[in-house]
């Protein structure tokens, strides 16, 4: 084949995911310490790895409904009303493939060509390229100068009539920046005002460590025009589980039941057999790690003031941007010359898009002797450099 448009022309104008571009450069070498990849250090507490077993012991090994099993949606229900959201499990509530084939499912199901997406960045990496495949156009918020939370005053300067949504993220990777409830509710009122989606990424919300985590779907009238995505990686240390869930409004539900079922038919069964014993028992097990990140969190954040790199104390997930504006390198120099002469990898910020210049984003879920040692080595790099 020799034709120029040989290869989708959308796709090839889409880049590879900036995180993993950066982590092929350490693939495989155990020297390096890795505050990288946005992963829990804990395997998946054992009653549910247990009852995976289970599972395939008794030969559960088929498809499920496309919904995924109706008795884990419905516990997803009973869960979520923590938050105060009420999703019918028959007709509301999806299993996906992780929050990765939420995101991608809901964009195509509301977006038409040209339909514009404020995204508040800096902020996880597939939600552009995933806006942009699905034929809309990102549109950015660069919240890094009100402390990388978006502020409803604005977004309400970025919309225009072919503004479709809006696409937060709260607690926020990679900045760690949780949005308070009363900017919240500016955000939801502005949303209704200006009838838009709200796309609101909630795989956070359990690891918050000063407040708690509040639902932009749990204000009122929100409901119809909030599109929830939420998951099991991050909280129930479950990354390799490829599970997720979608919650909305049961007319947008119909749309996106029929992506999923040409994507992926349903999620793997063992997984969902999983993620209805992390929900039923496993809230102690959540409560000891968000404990053990809260501690790491203290650390670094001391660690890093004592080193003249402050960071604002991230309310949840598990990352710290830190501000390096101070060592005149940029984002990207920084993070290549960590590895290169300390041997500590972290992700430059400007992958995260609009605000994320100047910063890099460090995981601290890793053991704190390693955490220790790598703010060691940050301290010998600052001084050489
Ligand atoms: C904000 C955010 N959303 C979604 C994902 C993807 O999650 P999942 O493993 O459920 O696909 C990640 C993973 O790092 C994330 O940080």
């Not at 999703?87 to 040209?114: M, Q």
């Not at 508040?120 to 950015?140: D, F």
């Amino acid at each position: 084949m020799k034709r120029s448009d040989k290869y989708s022309q959308a796709v090839s104008r889409i880049p590879p995911s900036g995180i993993r571009r950066f982590f092929d450069l350490i693939i495989g070498r155990k020297d390096i310490i890795s505050l990288g990849v946005g992963e829990p250090d804990f395997v998946t507490p054992w009653n549910i790895r247990e009852k995976a077993f289970y599972a395939l012991e008794k030969g559960r090994t088929s498809y499920t409904s496309n919904w995924g099993l109706l008795e884990l949606r419905q516990e997803i229900a009973k869960y979520l009303t923590k938050y105060k959201l009420h999703y019918n499990p028959e007709n509301e509530i999806l299993i996906t493939f992780g929050v990765s084939e939420a995101v991608d499912l809901v964009l195509r199901a509301i977006l038409n060509p040209g339909d514009e997406v404020i995204v508040a960045e800096p902020c996880y990496v597939s939600y552009q390229p995933l806006i942009e495949l699905a034929g809309g156009r990102a549109v950015s918020l660069n919240t890094a100068k009100t402390n990388f939370i978006p502020r409803a005053q604005e977004i309400a300067r970025l919309i225009t009539p072919k503004t479709k949504a809006l696409f937060i993220c709260s607690p926020n990777n990679p900045t760690g920046a949780v949005i308070p409830k009363s900017e919240l509710q500016k955000i939801a009122a502005l949303a209704k005002k200006q009838d838009i989606w709200v796309v609101s990424d909630e795989v956070y919300a359990e690891l918050v460590y000063d407040g708690q985590h509040y639902s932009i779907g749990a204000f009122e009238r929100m409901k119809e025009r909030a599109i929830i995505l939420n998951g099991f990686s991050k909280a129930f240390a479950m990354t390799g589980w490829r599970i997720g869930y979608i919650c909305c409004p049961a007319e947008l539900m119909r749309q996106v039941i029929k992506l999923h079922q040409y994507y992926a038919i349903c999620a793997p069964i063992m997984s969902q057999y999983g993620a209805l014993e992390a929900l039923q028992s496993c809230r102690d097990e959540v409560e000891k790690m968000r404990r053990s990140y809260l501690q790491r969190r203290n650390f670094m954040i001391s660690a890093l003031q004592k080193i003249g790199l402050p960071a604002a104390a991230p309310s949840g997930a598990f990352y710290v941007f830190v501000d390096i504006r101070p060592t005149g390198l940029t984002s990207e120099n920084f993070a290549l010359k960590l590895i290169q002469q300390e041997k500590v990898a972290v992700v430059p910020g400007n992958v995260f898009g609009a605000g994320g210049e100047g910063f890099v984003r460090c995981c601290y879920a890793t053991e704190l002797p390693l955490l220790k040692e790598a703010l060691k080595r940050l301290t010998h790099f600052l001084k050489k450099d």
